[in-house]
Protein backbone atom coordinates (compact mmCIF):
# COMPACT_ATOMS: atom_id res chain seq x y z
CA UNK A 1 0.00 0.00 0.00
CA UNK A 2 3.13 2.45 1.09
CA UNK A 3 4.49 1.67 -2.03
CA UNK A 4 1.47 1.82 -4.52
CA UNK A 5 0.93 5.27 -3.23
CA UNK A 6 4.89 6.91 -3.19
CA UNK A 7 4.42 5.44 -7.29
CA UNK A 8 1.65 7.57 -7.03
CA UNK A 9 2.92 10.68 -5.41
CA UNK A 10 6.10 10.16 -7.80
CA UNK A 11 3.73 10.06 -11.26
CA UNK A 12 2.04 13.26 -9.99
CA UNK A 13 5.61 14.80 -9.49
CA UNK A 14 6.69 13.88 -12.88
CA UNK A 15 3.17 14.77 -14.37
CA UNK A 16 3.00 18.45 -12.29
CA UNK A 17 6.60 19.05 -13.67
CA UNK A 18 6.19 17.80 -17.32
CA UNK A 19 3.22 20.12 -17.58
CA UNK A 20 4.96 23.43 -16.85
CA UNK A 21 8.15 22.81 -18.56
CA UNK A 22 6.22 22.48 -22.04
CA UNK A 23 5.54 26.01 -21.72
CA UNK A 24 8.23 27.29 -19.34
CA UNK A 25 12.19 27.44 -18.86
CA UNK A 26 13.36 24.65 -16.65
CA UNK A 27 15.30 27.62 -15.07
CA UNK A 28 12.07 28.95 -13.71
CA UNK A 29 11.38 25.72 -11.78
CA UNK A 30 11.98 24.92 -8.75
CA UNK A 31 10.91 22.05 -5.99
CA UNK A 32 8.94 23.93 -4.05
CA UNK A 33 6.95 24.89 -7.41
CA UNK A 34 6.88 21.46 -8.43
CA UNK A 35 5.22 20.22 -4.75
CA UNK A 36 2.53 23.40 -5.71
CA UNK A 37 1.58 22.33 -8.96
CA UNK A 38 1.38 18.20 -7.82
CA UNK A 39 -0.26 19.33 -4.92
CA UNK A 40 1.64 17.33 -2.41
CA UNK A 41 3.56 19.33 0.09
CA UNK A 42 7.71 20.09 -0.31
CA UNK A 43 9.60 17.57 1.88
CA UNK A 44 7.53 14.91 0.32
CA UNK A 45 8.87 15.90 -3.09
CA UNK A 46 12.40 16.38 -1.23
CA UNK A 47 12.45 12.81 -0.11
CA UNK A 48 12.11 11.71 -3.24
CA UNK A 49 14.36 14.00 -5.70
CA UNK A 50 16.54 15.98 -2.78
CA UNK A 51 17.65 18.27 -5.97
CA UNK A 52 16.42 19.28 -8.83
CA UNK A 53 19.39 17.49 -10.56
CA UNK A 54 17.76 14.52 -9.02
CA UNK A 55 14.58 15.66 -10.77
CA UNK A 56 15.82 15.51 -13.66
CA UNK A 57 17.94 12.13 -13.61
CA UNK A 58 15.14 10.44 -12.45
CA UNK A 59 13.09 12.04 -15.73
CA UNK A 60 15.52 10.64 -17.82
CA UNK A 61 14.42 7.32 -16.66
CA UNK A 62 10.57 8.23 -16.92
CA UNK A 63 10.88 9.66 -20.68
CA UNK A 64 12.49 6.71 -22.22
CA UNK A 65 9.75 4.63 -22.12
CA UNK A 66 7.92 8.05 -23.73
CA UNK A 67 9.99 8.58 -26.33
CA UNK A 68 10.57 5.29 -27.30
CA UNK A 69 14.16 5.31 -25.87
CA UNK A 70 13.44 1.45 -24.18
CA UNK A 71 11.90 0.16 -27.53
CA UNK A 72 13.67 -3.05 -28.79
CA UNK A 73 15.13 -2.42 -32.39
CA UNK A 74 14.02 -4.37 -35.68
CA UNK A 75 16.72 -6.12 -37.99
CA UNK A 76 18.91 -4.42 -39.89
CA UNK A 77 16.90 -4.31 -42.77
CA UNK A 78 14.45 -2.60 -40.90
CA UNK A 79 17.06 0.08 -38.70
CA UNK A 80 16.21 3.02 -41.18
CA UNK A 81 12.33 3.04 -40.03
CA UNK A 82 13.12 3.85 -36.51
CA UNK A 83 13.76 7.62 -37.38
CA UNK A 84 10.71 7.74 -38.31
CA UNK A 85 9.12 5.95 -35.16
CA UNK A 86 11.40 7.86 -32.57
CA UNK A 87 11.32 11.56 -34.09
CA UNK A 88 7.59 11.88 -33.88
CA UNK A 89 7.66 11.44 -30.10
CA UNK A 90 10.46 13.57 -29.72
CA UNK A 91 7.99 16.54 -31.44
CA UNK A 92 5.67 15.77 -29.19
CA UNK A 93 7.55 16.27 -26.15
CA UNK A 94 10.03 18.84 -27.69
CA UNK A 95 9.80 21.54 -25.32
CA UNK A 96 9.94 19.55 -22.03
CA UNK A 97 12.66 17.21 -23.71
CA UNK A 98 14.87 20.13 -24.72
CA UNK A 99 14.56 21.66 -20.89
CA UNK A 100 15.98 18.46 -19.46
CA UNK A 101 18.79 18.35 -22.20
CA UNK A 102 19.81 21.67 -20.69
CA UNK A 103 21.03 20.21 -17.41
CA UNK A 104 24.36 18.20 -17.39
CA UNK A 105 22.38 16.18 -14.78
CA UNK A 106 20.42 14.79 -17.94
CA UNK A 107 23.48 13.57 -20.00
CA UNK A 108 25.13 11.90 -16.75
CA UNK A 109 21.75 9.57 -16.59
CA UNK A 110 21.93 9.18 -20.23
CA UNK A 111 25.64 7.82 -19.76
CA UNK A 112 25.13 5.76 -17.56
CA UNK A 113 22.85 4.05 -18.67
CA UNK A 114 24.22 3.63 -22.49
CA UNK A 115 25.72 0.76 -21.74
CA UNK A 116 22.72 -1.37 -20.80
CA UNK A 117 21.25 0.14 -23.65
CA UNK A 118 23.56 -0.40 -26.30
CA UNK A 119 24.57 -3.70 -24.97
CA UNK A 120 21.05 -4.68 -25.50
CA UNK A 121 20.60 -3.35 -29.05
CA UNK A 122 24.30 -4.73 -30.05
CA UNK A 123 22.84 -8.04 -29.05
CA UNK A 124 19.60 -7.48 -30.99
CA UNK A 125 21.82 -7.15 -33.88
CA UNK A 126 24.64 -9.31 -33.55
CA UNK A 127 22.39 -12.24 -35.02
CA UNK A 128 22.48 -10.17 -38.49
CA UNK A 129 25.51 -9.47 -39.19
CA UNK A 130 27.61 -12.74 -38.38
CA UNK A 131 31.10 -12.41 -38.77
CA UNK A 132 31.64 -9.19 -37.89
CA UNK A 133 34.16 -8.20 -35.11
CA UNK A 134 33.16 -6.91 -31.92
CA UNK A 135 35.15 -3.98 -32.72
CA UNK A 136 33.58 -3.13 -36.03
CA UNK A 137 29.97 -3.87 -34.21
CA UNK A 138 30.73 -1.21 -31.48
CA UNK A 139 31.61 1.38 -33.41
CA UNK A 140 29.28 1.19 -36.43
CA UNK A 141 26.07 0.93 -34.40
CA UNK A 142 26.78 3.24 -31.88
CA UNK A 143 27.60 5.57 -35.14
CA UNK A 144 23.89 3.96 -36.50
CA UNK A 145 22.25 4.76 -33.02
CA UNK A 146 23.31 8.58 -33.12
CA UNK A 147 21.05 9.10 -35.79
CA UNK A 148 17.82 8.54 -34.14
CA UNK A 149 19.19 10.13 -30.98
CA UNK A 150 16.96 12.65 -29.07
CA UNK A 151 20.85 14.46 -28.95
CA UNK A 152 21.22 14.39 -33.15
CA UNK A 153 17.16 14.99 -33.20
CA UNK A 154 17.67 18.35 -31.52
CA UNK A 155 21.03 19.07 -33.42
CA UNK A 156 19.16 18.74 -36.97
CA UNK A 157 16.20 20.68 -35.43
CA UNK A 158 18.15 23.94 -34.24
CA UNK A 159 21.82 23.69 -35.59
CA UNK A 160 20.52 22.91 -38.88
CA UNK A 161 17.04 24.44 -39.01
CA UNK A 162 15.72 21.23 -40.84
CA UNK A 163 11.56 20.73 -40.58
CA UNK A 164 10.47 17.60 -38.92
CA UNK A 165 9.80 15.75 -42.32
CA UNK A 166 13.75 16.58 -43.25
CA UNK A 167 14.73 15.48 -40.08
CA UNK A 168 13.57 12.19 -40.73
CA UNK A 169 14.52 11.66 -44.40
CA UNK A 170 18.31 12.88 -43.58
CA UNK A 171 18.45 10.46 -40.68
CA UNK A 172 16.82 7.49 -42.85
CA UNK A 173 19.50 8.36 -45.37
CA UNK A 174 22.39 8.23 -42.76
CA UNK A 175 20.83 4.84 -40.94
CA UNK A 176 20.59 3.20 -44.47
CA UNK A 177 24.27 4.83 -45.73
CA UNK A 178 25.86 3.79 -42.62
CA UNK A 179 24.00 0.18 -42.25
CA UNK A 180 25.06 -1.11 -45.85
CA UNK A 181 28.94 0.07 -45.56
CA UNK A 182 28.91 -1.50 -42.25
CA UNK A 183 27.55 -5.10 -43.79
CA UNK A 184 30.09 -4.45 -47.14
CA UNK A 185 32.76 -2.89 -45.30
CA UNK A 186 33.10 -3.89 -41.80
CA UNK A 187 36.90 -4.41 -41.89
CA UNK A 188 37.21 -0.32 -42.33
CA UNK A 189 36.56 0.47 -38.53
CA UNK A 190 39.58 -1.90 -37.75
CA UNK A 191 42.48 -0.50 -36.52
CA UNK A 192 45.02 -1.16 -38.96
CA UNK A 193 47.97 -3.48 -37.31
CA UNK A 194 50.96 -2.29 -35.35
CA UNK A 195 53.25 -4.80 -36.81
CA UNK A 196 52.56 -3.50 -40.48
CA UNK A 197 54.76 -0.92 -41.64
CA UNK A 198 52.95 2.23 -42.62
CA UNK A 199 54.56 2.70 -46.16
CA UNK A 200 53.13 -1.29 -46.60
CA UNK A 201 49.94 0.32 -45.34
CA UNK A 202 49.67 3.03 -48.09
CA UNK A 203 50.87 0.42 -50.64
CA UNK A 204 47.94 -1.52 -50.11
Given at each position: ???EQ????R???FM??????????I??????????????????????FP?M?D????F?HW??????????L???????DV???????????????????????????????R??????????????????????????T????????????????????????E??????W??????D???????????P???T????????
Amino acid sequence: MRQEQAARSRERIFMAAQTYLESHDIETLTLRKVAQLAGVSPPTVYAYFPSMDDLVAAFFHWMKERVGLDQPLPGVAELPDVPGRRFPLYEQHARLLCNLMNRPSWDRARLDDRTQRHGVWLEGLRADMPGTSDTALRLGTRAIFAFWSPTLWRWMKETCGFTPEESERVARWAVRALADALKRDPAALEAPSSSTPSDERTDR
